[in-house]
């Protein structure tokens, strides 16, 4: 299912990247105000990959739930992305290479680090605590990957429920939101549409339409965190491949 989602072929009509959350806070150098907001908004919607790939890492989700403040916190502060990196086309990219590095200081400062010495760091996401982090996935960067992936298609599903609801369809999307990732049977088009009270061929080209927007919505997102247009295919690739057969 995924792959119908992004295809390659698709377009979203943005042929240029200037204006883009991460090629804004990449030409800014990190400063400016405009610069800072895009930055914030990526790092909040892509939370869930830092603490996934940190739980990954074997630390209990009290744990992972401070070092994932304090790394986003020193992450914004320090402003590193505005230092030269070949990875910093890609947000995803760099995020996973800083997450790393950040791990690897955390645990030197560990051992150095007296009682009551830790700084606490205010969360940037106030529903932290719903983090969901991918099951049966050992290997920490599988779990970023797929953890990146669900954020994307979150953000871009909830993008598509706040544009039903502006168009009067919010209650509409809300019983057909299941069957837009994965197809429905027969009696899944049978019991909405007599819930709904339409036709069984309205239920279905409704599915369709939302399908269609879904794949747009989704090239947008991902479109936020590449630098160009090459990078924005090659994290469509990662997206397929971090989604698995299920979503194909």
Known sequence: ???????????????????????????????????????????????????????????????????????FARFLELGHYAQPDPSRG?????????????????????????????????SIDANAADTVVPADVNDPEQAFEQAWALAVLDAALRRLRKEAQLAGRGELFDHLRDFIAEQPDEEDYARVAAALNLRRNTVAVSVHRLRHRLRTLVREEVAQTAADHGELE??????????????R
């Open 90 to 122: 890609r947000f995803r990219a760099y995020l996973l290479t800083s997450i790393k590095h950040f791990l690897i200081n955390a645990e030197v400062e560990a051992h150095r680090v007296k009682r009551g010495g830790r700084i606490q760091f205010e």
């Open 1 to 71: 299912m995924m792959r119908n989602l992004v295809p390659a072929g698709v377009r979203s009509g943005m042929s240029r990247f200037d204006t883009t959350q991460w090629s804004m806070v990449l030409g800014a150098q990190g400063s400016g105000d405009d610069a800072r907001a895009a930055l914030e908004s990526l790092c909040r919607t892509y939370r869930p990959p830092v603490f996934a790939y940190i739980c990954g890492r074997g630390y209990a989700s009290d744990s992972a739930e401070d070092l994932t403040q304090s790394f």
């Open 234 to 247: 090659v994290e469509l690739r990662e997206l397929r491949n971090a989604l698995g057969e299920a979503f």
